[in-house]
């Protein structure tokens, strides 16, 4: 008897160590798919950032912390004294807010839409959805100029405020924030509503008309029901819009007029024109960084929330 | 089932004292060629403290009738009255109406006692009044222990019970049940019926029940309506509705029945003399407002009649039978008569029973004369 369970351990174990070579191989595909694209890439850029610019472009391979200090500080050519680099800073300052304002807009825009689209009758909410992403057909580049005509100095909407008699000289919207962020809001506002629409098809209107039915006026159950319920799908709207704001750079560049940068505008400008690849290295996993720690906080609320009524 | 001296018995008249007085109520969904008539002139007046049952198939209406005493829906023509107080277009959140759904539809992201509390809060009353009221209502649908879980953590049948509590909670003068004990197991759903008429007696609230199962209506309800194709064809007692039906639609959803075909031979007010296909005459009472027509059907409770096996000298019909089938606590006779309709007759099994009958066998039936009721065509 003892002989068997040693056989029948011997079984077990080589089969264990089948399946876990199997797993193993099977999955390698994903694995080198995934170093490939995403670990190695990622890997070059953090090694970059610690090396030494070359004199017209690339790097020269030798360590340093140069470009970490310059994300945060600027020596003075002149008398080597410390300062912030406060031009970095604004422009990472008004990433954060116009992505924040972006991602305001696009949910103040995109909560009705969805909930127009979901609460139509199943057989037309697939023809609003394609609606939806028909913008996605034509290049970003193009939709993007075709709102830079739109609000140039003399574009449609100042030609037409003035044709009315609204105003007597032309409102000067191009080149500032508020061009970018209209750009982006547009841009973006498909992959508010996507996320949006999902979560709000599975909600139970039973339970929007179990509040009316409890004395709960429009507001309280839009606020009390019906914004908790979608609150997975508000929060994944909002990742969604945030994290490609934040690292835009075709729009700020045609609506910002190269004047207000945003953060992408400043890494690519490192990699290009700047010649400071190092610098660009630090900048965009400076970015990342922001973006973890975004999406950590959201992992969080999450679990939060879920555990919060147990 | 006798202590309801309020009870009208019928449901057509005006009353200032009904809780909810539906008059002339028509719903149309959809235009054109789309358009369905949902409900078709329905009147009804639901006595307070009433327990008041809307019977009938699925797609007879019933459910339209609850979401617009609810609300959720609008009357396309008619009015609908809370104690007297035109509520046809007010909006859910304006009426002391409260529902109980099919699917609870109980909110996910609050726990057993915030649900309960939603209405109260809403309602704008005071923390201790919120505070007191939970605790009763967890005490009455005996929940006290569940108040904090989640809405996913409890079964079925508490669910049902934390949904009745919700809608009880804020006082309504009326409660409206759509089909609540549909989704739960046969055991569970004969203690919620018992539950739920307890519930009813200690609140005093009057209760508007929606089913499509007759047994359910026949047990629980002070008068039921049964419906059909947007109509309600009778409105009774549960007695009345199951002795005296006035359509066949009526006789055959509740119940089973034996339909017989027979000629008037005269009639005066409301009384008649029928001639059955046997040759047998029995005088019955007409329905209400009946003009009887040369031949009318009339029909009689499998359990109404009686079955011998020697030739009776006054028996009403006479047949073969065709078929034996056991069930336990009765047996039923299939029996086809002369006319190749089928008569089924039910008896009480008891243990002295000593008279066996064979198939194939010729048998007379009798039944009472006030057993026979007529049905407007």
């Not at chain 1, 030798?62 to 945060?72: G, I, L, Y």
């Not at chain 1, 560049?253 to 700047?274: D, S, T």
């Not at chain 1, 959201?298 to 555990?307: A, E, G, L």
């Not at chain 2, 008619?78 to 959140?93: A, E, Q, T």
Request: charged residues 20%; hydrophobic residues 45%; positive net charge.
């Amino acid at each position: 008897m003892p002989q068997n369970k040693a056989i029948m351990s011997n079984l077990e174990e080589e089969a264990r160590r089948r399946s876990t070579r199997r797993s193993w191989l099977l999955s390698t595909p994903a694995l080198l798919v995934l170093f490939c694209a995403a670990s190695g890439p990622l890997l070059i850029v953090l090694v970059y950032s610690f090396l030494t610019s070359g004199e017209y472009g690339g790097v020269v391979w030798e360590f340093s912390t140069d470009a970490w200090f310059n994300v945060v500080f600027l020596r003075d050519i002149f008398d080597d004294t410390l300062g912030l680099a406060d031009a970095h800073l604004r422009i990472l300052w008004r990433s954060v807010k116009l992505s924040f304002f972006t991602t305001a807009t696009t949910l103040a825009i995109g909560f009705p839409t969805a909930y127009f689209i979901a609460t139509r009758p199943r057989t037309t909410r697939n023809i609003w959805l394609f609606l939806i992403t028909i913008p996605f057909w034509t290049n970003l580049l193009i939709r993007t100029f075709a709102i830079l005509e739109m609000i140039r100095n003399q574009g449609l909407i100042n030609m037409v405020l003035l044709n009315l008699e609204i105003i007597d000289s032309p409102i000067r919207m191009i080149f500032t924030d508020f061009a970018i962020m209209v750009g982006m809001t547009y841009v973006y506002l498909p992959l508010m509503v996507l996320p949006l629409y999902a979560s709000m098809e599975r909600l139970d209107f039973n339970l929007v008309e179990a509040a009316y039915d409890l004395y709960a006026s429009r507001s309280k159950v839009l606020r009390r029901v019906i914004i908790p319920l979608v609150k997975p799908g508000i929060i994944a709207g909002s990742i969604l819009v945030f994290i490609p704001s934040l690292g835009a750079f075709v729009t700020p560049r045609v609506l910002g007029g190269g004047k207000k940068m945003m953060l992408g505008n400043l890494i690519e400008l490192q990699f290009g024109a700047g010649r400071n690849w190092p610098l660009g290295a630090a900048l965009s996993i400076t970015l990342l960084s922001i973006v973890m720690i975004a999406l950590l906080v959201y992992v969080r609320t999450i679990q939060k929330d879920s555990d919060g009524l147990r | 089932m006798t202590e309801h001296p309020r009870t009208a018995p019928s449901g057509s008249e005006k009353s200032l004292a009904a809780a909810i007085n539906a008059e002339r109520v028509t719903k149309v969904f959809g235009s054109g060629k789309d358009k369905v008539i949902a409900l078709a002139e329905v009147t009804v007046a639901i006595q307070q403290n009433e327990f008041f049952t809307l019977l009938g198939p699925s797609g007879c209406g019933k459910t339209t009738l609850l979401r617009l005493i609810a609300g959720f829906d609008h009357p396309t023509d008619g009015v609908i009255m809370l104690h007297g107080r035109d509520i046809s277009h007010l909006p859910p959140y304006q009426r002391s109406v409260n529902t109980v759904f099919q699917s609870y539809a109980l909110f996910p992201h609050m726990t057993v006692a915030q649900n309960i509390s939603f209405g109260l809060e809403m309602l704008g009353k005071s923390k201790d009044h919120i505070k007191k009221t939970v605790g009763d209502m967890l005490a009455l649908v005996k929940m006290a222990e569940l108040r904090d879980r989640r809405t996913d953590q409890i079964s079925g049948g508490q669910q049902q019970r934390v949904a009745l509590a919700r809608a009880l909670a804020p006082q309504p003068e009326v409660l409206l049940l759509d089909e609540p004990l549909a989704a739960l197991d046969y055991k569970l759903r004969k203690e919620m019926q018992i539950e739920l008429k307890r519930l009813q007696h200690e609140t005093g609230i009057t209760f508007i029940f929606v089913t499509h199962d007759q047994e359910e209506a026949l047990t629980m309800s002070d008068r039921v309506a049964v419906m059909n194709a947007g109509r309600i064809l009778q409105i009774g007692t549960p007695r009345q509705i199951y002795n005296h039906p006035v359509e066949r639609f009526v006789a055959d959803f509740i119940g089973s029945t034996n339909f017989l075909a027979a000629k008037v031979l005269a009639s005066e007010g409301r009384s008649a003399r029928l001639k059955l296909s046997s040759g047998k005459e029995v005088k019955v009472e007409l329905p209400e407002g009946m003009v009887p027509a040369d031949r009318v059907t009339a029909v009689v409770r499998p359990e109404y009649a009686q079955l011998f096996a020697k030739d009776q000298n006054n028996s009403d019909l006479r047949g073969v039978l065709e078929n034996i089938v056991y069930f336990g606590t009765d047996t039923h006779y299939h029996i086809r008569l002369p006319d190749e309709t089928r008569f089924v007759i039910r008896r009480q099994n008891r243990l002295e029973d000593t008279e066996t009958f064979d198939v194939g066998q010729t048998v007379d039936i009798a039944f009472k004369p006030n057993s026979v009721q007529v049905l407007r065509d």
